[in-house]
């Protein structure tokens, strides 16, 4: 046994780290590498690739996650990747067969609100570990407990935030998620204030969203148009996700048909390789454009000719219209 512990240090060494297992050693230093890896999945340009890969990758890191209870980064790796899976592929596909299945799409997203279920009990755990009691709070004191959370904490809050709203927008048939919608909304509030232009405008690209939705659940056009306008500046027109969430959002509550056309068609005109960080999301969002498109007659109640005026929001370092909110 002696020579044993001469042979592997690395044994001696776990075994001194204040209890700590080797398996936990090994798991949170495994944990680090994983959870810091997300560049070489945000550039890749094959987006069936990464579906693939994703969820061998995720149950790895559960595996990890296991044995490293106090590894925070694992955690939010966890939620981000979930709510990537979900909202990258799932909701996206369902989106697509909808038309010739609805059973199809109704599978496809029920799983994906169960993995955003999964995606928030993650991100609440890293929220715990950061800020004690932070993620169970937010069900009864939302406000006090996002005070407590600081700008290190931005990447949590808005992963939280997603994953939380996304599970609300696929269960509207629980009337309890839809009464959460304000610590959703607040949690996106709470890291605008922290760093709003975290992510090159991911938070403003939320937020649009929300403001899109009728007055009395709180929300502006005229908001919703701002943050959409910050989150294009922000991402130097170079992203084509805030294109399709307006169009998908603002534009389709509006009933604004051919605004939400030529608003696609922005999202399609973006190069993918123009900011490599992006390509992967790029790519996705662009496939999602195509499918909206397709289904255009889906979400509008009137011809192009019988809709409201409307004009496509400006593109990076344009001016708005005057008049137009």
């Known amino acids: 046994m002696a020579r044993g512990i001469v042979k592997f240090p690395l044994f001696a ?28 999945w945000s550039a890749e340009d094959d987006p069936e690739l990464v579906r693939e890969a994703l969820p061998f990758a995720l149950k790895t ?3 990890l996650a296991a044995e490293a209870p106090q590894h925070t980064g694992l955690r939010l790796a966890l ?28 599978a496809l997203r029920l799983r994906a609100e169960r993995l955003y279920l ?52 696929l269960g509207l048939d629980h009337p309890e998620r839809i009464a959460q919608l304000p610590t959703v909304r607040a949690i996106f509030e709470r890291a605008l204030v922290l760093d709003e232009a975290w992510d090159r405008g ?8 929300f403001d899109s939705m009728p007055a009395m659940m709180g929300g502006s056009a005229e908001v919703a148009r701002r943050h959409f306008e910050r989150s294009i500046e922000l991402s130097q027109g170079l992203r084509a996700s805030p294109y399709v969430t307006w169009a998908r ?23 993918p390789d123009g900011f490599l960080p992006d390509r992967l999301l ?6 999602r454009a195509r499918t909206l498109l397709a289904r255009t007659d ?5 011809d192009e000719s019988d809709a409201p005026e409307d004009q496509p929001p400006p593109a990076a370092g344009e001016e708005a219209p005057d008049g137009k909110d």
């Open 118 to 169: 999964r995606a928030l009990g993650y991100c609440r755990q890293a929220l715990d570990l950061g800020f004690k009691g932070v993620g169970e709070e937010l069900d009864t004191a939302p406000d006090a407990a996002l005070a407590r959370v600081g700008k290190q904490a931005v990447e949590t809050l808005y992963w939280t935030g997603v994953a939380w709203g996304s599970a609300v927008s």
């Open 61 to 63: 890191m559960e595996s």
């Open 13 to 40: 060494a776990a075994l001194a780290l204040g209890g700590c297992s080797v398996n936990s050693f090994v798991a949170a230093k495994a944990g680090d590498a994983l959870a810091a890896g997300g560049s070489t």
């Open 282 to 287: 790029n790519l996705i969002s662009q496939a």
């Open 79 to 106: 939620c981000r990747g979930y709510v990537g899976y979900a909202g990258g592929f799932l909701e996206p596909e369902a989106e697509a067969v909808e038309s010739q299945s609805f059973e199809r799409a109704r």
């Open 249 to 271: 959002s603002s534009t389709v509550a509006r009933q604004a048909r051919r605004e939400y056309r030529e608003t696609l068609e922005k999202a399609l005109a973006i190069d």
């Open 202 to 209: 991911s938070l403003h690209e939320a937020m649009i969203v």
């Open 298 to 302: 889906d979400f509008f109640f009137l």
